[in-house]
């Protein structure tokens, strides 16, 4: 029932779309959102972020989601966000309903700024790791949700395992900015 008064109030313009990026993290991704010509992001939601991304950029942000549908067979986060798009009159956004492992076949392009906010189970964040970090250019970014302890992300989850176990001390990346539980990473080759 919170999904659909949530819906209804949206649609009502008395709430934005949902998010669990704080004010920060989404300052952060704007930053890097400028100086990128293609964005993907995993995770969609509401499409929030994905519309701040698509303001930042001359280029396109594939958004990645699979919108999954609740009870009544509805997808209120695509219906939000495709919403949420059309009122900010943003058009350089693509949609991807899959899931991220699923998607990362069909985007061939090199990637400037990949945002990774999908499942943060430590299997789920190593698939997609190991999936969408080889399209990045050299010189890009990849942007990390989840990966410390904040305000937003008060509990341990398998993002921050692997982070620490696996991200942290590559010697083809470095850490460049943090903020919150979002961590900021530069591809080094």
């Known amino acids: 029932m919170n999904s659909m008064l949530h819906f209804i109030r949206f649609c009502?313009?008395?709430h934005s779309p949902a998010t669990q990026v704080t004010k920060q993290e989404l300052r952060l991704?704007?930053?890097?959102a400028y100086h990128s010509n293609t964005i993907v992001e995993l995770g969609c939601y509401e499409g929030n972020t994905t519309v701040a991304l698509a303001?930042?950029?001359?280029?396109?942000?594939?958004s990645v989601d699979p919108f999954t549908v609740g009870r009544l067979g509805i997808s209120y986060g695509?219906?939000?966000?495709?919403t949420h798009a059309k009122r900010s009159r943003v058009q350089n956004i693509q949609l991807i309903?899959?899931?991220?492992?699923e998607a990362a076949p069909t985007v061939q392009v090199p990637i400037d700024l990949l945002f990774i906010d999908a499942a943060h189970t430590y299997d789920a964040i190593s698939?997609?790791?190991?999936?969408?970090?080889?399209?990045i250019r050299v010189g890009g970014h990849v942007a990390l949700h989840d990966v410390r302890k904040a305000i937003?992300?008060?509990y341990e989850v398998g993002s921050?395992?692997?982070?620490?176990?696996?991200?942290?001390d590559r010697d083809d990346y470095a850490e460049v900015e943090a903020v919150d539980s979002l961590a900021i990473l530069k591809k080094l080759a």
């Open 127 to 135: 698939r997609d790791w190991n999936d969408w970090t080889p399209k």
């Open 97 to 101: 309903e899959k899931l991220s492992w």
């Open 78 to 82: 695509k219906i939000i966000a495709t």
């Open 12 to 14: 009502l313009h008395i």
């Open 160 to 168: 921050m395992q692997f982070f620490e176990q696996v991200v942290k």
């Open 29 to 32: 991704l704007i930053k890097y």
């Open 152 to 154: 937003n992300s008060p």
């Open 55 to 62: 303001k930042a950029t001359q280029g396109i942000v594939y």
